[in-house]
Every structure is written in structure tokens, then in C-alpha cells.
């Protein structure tokens, strides 16, 4: 499977050079070892001004590793790959040496690689033509380009690789819920993995567009203007267990939403964890001083001079750096035609050439170290 065995094959073709990695997001160090419960407020706020991760608003669409269209040529050599090499449901296939991925994928892979890491940490592919591939061979040349850039890991306790983002019609108490699954507005988050990928194989009727923020103009408008709210934002926030994390032993986690490890910077935010960690009498109980935080760090993110909107077409292919932007999705209506519902495809991927984090962030993505194979949701253990 791609996954497993191309991870050294990605590593050594398609990562970007250690110079690259470490240029971008540089500041003086500004969190200490840790971020559990004796984790100290800063000492002093570094400046990112200066990283290629900075861009407010419109500025993406102006940068040049921002969108580009596959070429005809691209897009046969990655319909030939994706037929022949293992597919995502196919854990214990064989890969042969002739289902590496072609020239053309690996150039196209380590573009984007670049632009996620020490670019706009923003890619949209377009041009794919999922229509004319269908269901069955668009999810396996989703997920061929995928493996391409990166390693997909676990999205659910039941390992899942590929998830289908759609509403599934679950009520909020079922057990199986989750944001993805609804057709709700989804607030401004990151996931638990290096990078995200979607491919769009059908937008809804109305609404369900894409937000993307970049979370290093979010740190920068803080430190310039509420210097006081980013340094609360860099103290730990519990983090509840999701309900489909049943493999994961933790009922809660403290993680900060801003933090740096060797001169690298880093955001995680999912103020829906955090939310349920308050409202549980056995996690901590969440300041006024940090409530007021996050209130003000989400109302930032929604000002439309510092967020762009997208709305993603039939094969368009987009990347997020998580650990550079936040994302959200506006609530959507779907057409009455099962084939006309909103149908998104959804892989989680750990970066050969991601930056490190902080050595608290182990309990909710197992390694730290740049490049480490990392993030994803455990597998639960099943009954003997």
C-alpha cells in the first residue's frame, strides 16, 4: 500500500530540502519544553512577520503555489498509476517497483509538498476529471496522488484512510457523529494530521463552501494588537476525547493553540473539544480569561480581510498545512437527487518533511520530531 511502503520512497524523492523546512515560520523560541499544567505564560511573543505562511485574505489567490490546473499529460500518467497501484482498501497488497509513482506525479507531489511547508501552506489542484473516472477510480487516484505527497493515516477508530464527507443524517447525541458527517456550519479548526486533503467529486446546491485562514496572520494580528489575548492563547487548553476516538485511552488532553518547537511554529485549534472538556467535571475548567481568548481568536478569523472563501468544483483536489492554517465550512443545503448530494473525499497525511512540535503535543499525535510518522486516530482494540 502507498501509505506504509512509499513513506521511504517520498521521503528521500519528494521531501523539500532541510534548509527549506527550517527557513519558514522562524521566531526566538517562545514556549518551554512542555505544555502540561506547569507549562509558564511567555516570556516574550516572537514575530513570524516575516514567514512565507503570512498572507491575509485575497493575498493567497495572488500567490503563484496557490492553484494550479494538472496538465493533460498529469492527468494520464496519474489515471495510469492510480489503476495499477494498490488501492486504499487494499492494506495488504504488494507494491511492486512499477507501481511507483511516475515523473510527473512526483513532480507535481513535491510542488505542493513545497507550498504546504514552507510556502502559503495552501494548494488547490483542479482539472481532475472525476466525472468521466467515477467513484471508484477518482477515490483511487485521490488517494495515489495523496500517498504521492505524504503518508495517509487513521481518520476513525476503525482505521479508516479514506473518509466520505457527507451528510450522513446522524442526530448530535448518536454516538457516530461528526461535523464531516452534517450538513451544520463547521467553525474554524484544524485536524489532527500534518496536512488535509479533500477532492470534491459533487458541491452541494447551496452553501458548504470553504474558509481558509492563515493562523500565522491570526498570531500576528494578536501579537500586534491583543498581545494580552495571544499570551493566554499560548497557555494549554484540555481537549475532551472525541466520541469516535475509542481507541484512544486519554479522556483529555492539554494542548496549546499557538506554540513553537526549534524555531517553528505551530497552531491546533478545535474549539469543539474544548468546549466539551469545560462542560466535563473531570477535565479543567476553562478560565474567563480563556474563554474570552478563544471567543476573540474566532472572531478574528472570520474577519473577511484576513479569511478567503472558496467553493471547490467537481475535481478540484485542495491541501491545507494544519499546522499554518485553520479551516471551516459554511452550513449547506443538498440537492433532492442522491447524485446531486454534497460528496467530498477527505485523507489525513503525515509530511516526511513536517516541521517538530512541542513534546506535549505526543499524547494526541504519538511523534513529535520533524518528519515523524504522526497524527491519525488509533485503531480501537476488538474483543478477543
Known amino acids: 500500500m502507498i501509505a506504509g511502503l512509499f513513506l521511504q520512497r517520498v521521503t528521500s524523492e519528494v521531501a523539500a530540502a532541510p534548509g ?46 496557490w492553484s494550479t490546473t494538472l496538465t493533460d499529460g498529469e492527468l494520464r500518467d496519474l489515471e495510469a498509476f492510480a489503476r495499477v497501484s494498490a488501492g486504499p482498501d487494499e492494506a495488504g497488497a504488494a507494491v511492486s517497483d512499477r507501481t511507483a509513482p511516475p515523473p510527473s506525479v512526483l513532480a507535481r507531489a513535491r510542488a505542493a509538498r513545497t507550498a504546504l511547508e514552507t510556502g502559503s501552506g495552501a494548494v488547490l489542484l483542479r482539472g481532475l476529471p472525476f466525472a468521466r473516472w467515477g ?3 477518482t477515490t483511487r487516484a485521490f488517494w495515489a496522488l495523496a500517498g504521492s505527497i505524504g503518508t495517509p493515516v487513521s481518520q476513525s477508530a476503525e482505521g479508516e484512510r479514506v473518509f466520505h464527507v457527507r451528510d450522513q443524517g446522524y442526530a448530535d447525541q448518536d454516538p457516530r457523529f461528526r461535523g464531516p458527517a452534517s450538513r451544520k456550519r463547521l467553525s474554524f479548526h ?29 498570531y500576528e494580528e494578536l501579537r500586534t494588537h491583543q498581545p494580552q489575548v495571544l499570551r493566554v492563547l499560548c497557555e494549554p487548553f484540555p481537549y475532551l476525547r472525541h466520541t469516535v476516538d475509542r481507541g484512544n485511552s486519554l479522556p483529555f488532553c492539554l494542548l496549546p493553540v499557538f506554540s513553537e518547537q526549534d524555531g ?18 473531570s477535565a479543567p475548567t476553562l ?23 472558496v467553493r471547490l468544483q467537481p475535481g478540484d483536489v485542495l491541501l491545507l498545512n494544519n499546522w499554518t492554517t485553520l479551516h471551516r465550512r459554511s452550513a449547506f443545503t443538498d440537492a433532492a437527487s442522491p447524485q446531486e ?21 505526543s499524547e494526541h499525535f504519538g511523534a513529535t520530531a520533524a518528519g515523524a510518522l504522526r497524527g491519525g486516530m488509533r485503531p480501537a ?3 478477543a
Open 341 to 361: 448530494r454534497r460528496h467530498l473525499l477527505r485523507i489525513w497525511l503525515s509530511m516526511p518533511d513536517s516541521r517538530p512540535i512541542a513534546p506535549c503535543f
Open 287 to 309: 478560565t474567563a480569561a480563556q474563554r474570552d481568548a478563544l471567543d476573540a481568536l474566532e472572531a478574528l478569523a472570520e474577519d473577511p480581510a484576513l479569511h478567503v472563501r
Open 20 to 65: 527549506d523546512r527550517l527557513s519558514t515560520g522562524r521566531a526566538r523560541p517562545i514556549t518551554g519544553a512542555a505544555c502540561g499544567p506547569a507549562y509558564n505564560p511567555l516570556v516574550h511573543l516572537g514575530s513570524y512577520a516575516a514567514s512565507t505562511a503570512v498572507w491575509r485574505g485575497a493575498e493567497l489567490f495572488d500567490r503563484p503555489d
Open 264 to 281: 517553528h511554529f505551530a497552531a491546533h485549534f478545535l474549539r469543539v473539544l474544548i468546549d466539551r472538556a469545560d462542560r466535563e467535571p
Open 135 to 137: 467513484e471508484s477510480l
Open 190 to 218: 484544524t485536524d489532527r494530521c500534518d496536512v488535509i486533503a479533500f477532492a470534491c467529486l459533487q458541491p452541494a446546491q447551496t452553501g458548504g463552501d470553504n474558509f481558509i485562514v492563515s493562523s500565522v496572520a491570526l
Open 381 to 383: 482494540r476488538r474483543p
